[in-house]
T-cell receptor, first 108, second 114 residues
């Protein structure tokens, strides 16, 4: 069965410090991985997807199939990055499963 | 069309009552998903539709829950004989067909069962 694990419920970093939000997945097929973000009082929205291999708002994520990980990274955190971040797994059945989320707080 | 719309935004109901939520997806999106989110948890998959066909249901979806998408446009999620454990945020998302693309979420319906 598919599973998405985000080991950290809470993560605090100082402004300007690097940030890494961890995500591990379990899936027997070929995965599609995503990061979704929810800013305060806003709806859940897509941040980035592994297939696009792009940097969004300074964030990047690399799919590591050997380690079954898709960690989200940013070299210099900004206060506006404070939000709830969810890692999500897309399956061959066109379903989308989410992890439990990590609340990132960037301290000024 | 400004995005996925969910109604009502909030619902308070007494235990044992039935409730129904509505989701209006983005008009050209064929796929529609329902999720439930409780405090401290991520969105938990409930069910999804491709056009009017319900293609998958989670084991979380007990027989008190039913979802429909009669004309392949809006969808309803009904909970019968509500229980306190049903209290949660119910999220709807829509997606264009063709693999897993970007899911667009509604604001959710917050259900409180008292």
């Amino acid at each position: 069965a598919q599973r998405v694990t985000q080991p950290e419920k809470l993560l605090s970093v100082f402004k300007g410090a690097p940030v890494e939000l961890k995500c591990n997945y379990s899936y027997s097929g070929s995965p599609e991985l995503f990061w979704y973000v929810q800013y305060s009082r806003q709806r859940l929205q897509l941040l980035l997807r592994h297939i696009s291999r792009e940097s969004i708002k300074g964030f990047t994520a690399d799919l590591n199939k050997g380690e079954t990980s898709f960690h989200l990274k940013k070299p210099f955190a900004q206060e506006e990055d404070s939000a709830m971040y969810y890692c999500a797994l897309g399956t061959g059945a066109n379903n989308l499963f989410f992890g439990t989320g990590t609340r990132l707080t960037v301290i000024p | 069309d400004t995005g996925v719309s969910q109604n009502p935004r909030h619902k308070i109901t007494k235990r044992g009552q039935n409730v129904t939520f509505r989701c209006d997806p983005i008009s050209e999106h064929n796929r529609l998903y329902w999720y439930r989110q409780t405090l401290g948890q991520g969105p938990e998959f409930l069910t999804y539709f491709q056009n009017e066909a319900q293609l998958e249901k989670s084991r979380l979806l007990s027989d008190r829950f039913s979802a429909e998408r009669p004309k392949g446009s809006f969808s309803t999620l009904e909970i019968q004989r509500t229980e306190q454990g049903d209290s949660a945020m119910y999220l709807c998302a829509s997606m264009v067909i063709g693999g897993i693309t970007e899911a667009f979420f509604g604001q959710g319906t917050r259900l409180t069962v008292v």
